[in-house]
């Protein structure tokens, strides 16, 4: 039986998934590396927010659909940058706060503030030269 970290519905997290992803497109920072990543045709975008809304879910312990590997993911693009993810995670603080009660976006974002600086700091490690020292 999967039991989630806090109370939160299907609908409000494909709510958030859109309003982020609505706002993430437009970004100047971070919104040429989504468009560049998943291109401007509604029906992929529509899957692209699908899985995202599943991987929330996953991430929750609402379900376990969600089948991937979001670090992979990541470091495959190199157009992904360390520096994105205070940009990426304000717009995410943004639309949580916009979409859900505060008690909700403060769980999802406290979720949210960690995957992000795992991701981050993987991307940092990952792409670091060999014979550089480790960066924390």
Same mark, same amino acid.
């Given at each position: 039986?999967?039991? #989630?970290?806090? %109370?939160?519905?299907? =609908?409000?997290? =494909? %709510?958030? !998934?859109?309003?982020?992803?609505?706002?993430?497109?437009?970004?100047? !920072?971070?919104?040429?590396?989504?468009?560049?990543?998943? &291109?401007?045709?509604?029906?992929?975008? =529509?899957?692209?927010?699908?899985?995202?809304?599943?991987?929330?879910?996953?991430?929750? &312990? +609402?379900?376990?659909?969600? $089948? &991937?590997?979001?670090?992979?993911?990541? +470091?495959?693009?190199?157009?992904?940058? @360390?520096?994105?993810? #205070?940009?990426?995670?304000?717009?995410?603080?943004?639309?949580?706060? =916009?979409?859900? @009660? @505060?008690?909700?976006?403060?769980?999802?974002?406290? /979720?949210?503030?960690?995957? &992000?600086? $795992? +991701? *981050?700091?993987? +991307?940092? %490690?990952?792409? *670091?030269? /060999?014979? *550089?020292?480790?960066?924390?």
């Amino acid at each position: 039986m999967v039991v #989630p970290k806090f %109370q939160i519905t299907p =609908d409000e997290i =494909d %709510q958030l !998934v859109k309003t982020f992803y609505a706002r993430a497109r437009v970004d100047p !920072v971070i919104g040429p590396v989504f468009m560049n990543a998943v &291109g401007s045709d509604k029906a992929v975008w =529509d899957e692209h927010e699908a899985k995202i809304a599943s991987f929330w879910r996953n991430a929750i &312990g +609402l379900d376990r659909s969600f $089948s &991937g590997n979001p670090m992979m993911k990541h +470091l495959a693009n190199v157009e992904i940058l @360390p520096e994105h993810f #205070p940009t990426w995670l304000a717009l995410f603080h943004k639309s949580a706060e =916009d979409t859900l @009660p @505060p008690e909700k976006a403060a769980s999802i974002c406290a /979720l949210a503030d960690r995957i &992000g600086e $795992s +991701l *981050q700091m993987g +991307l940092m %490690q990952f792409r *670091q030269p /060999l014979e *550089q020292a480790p960066r924390f």
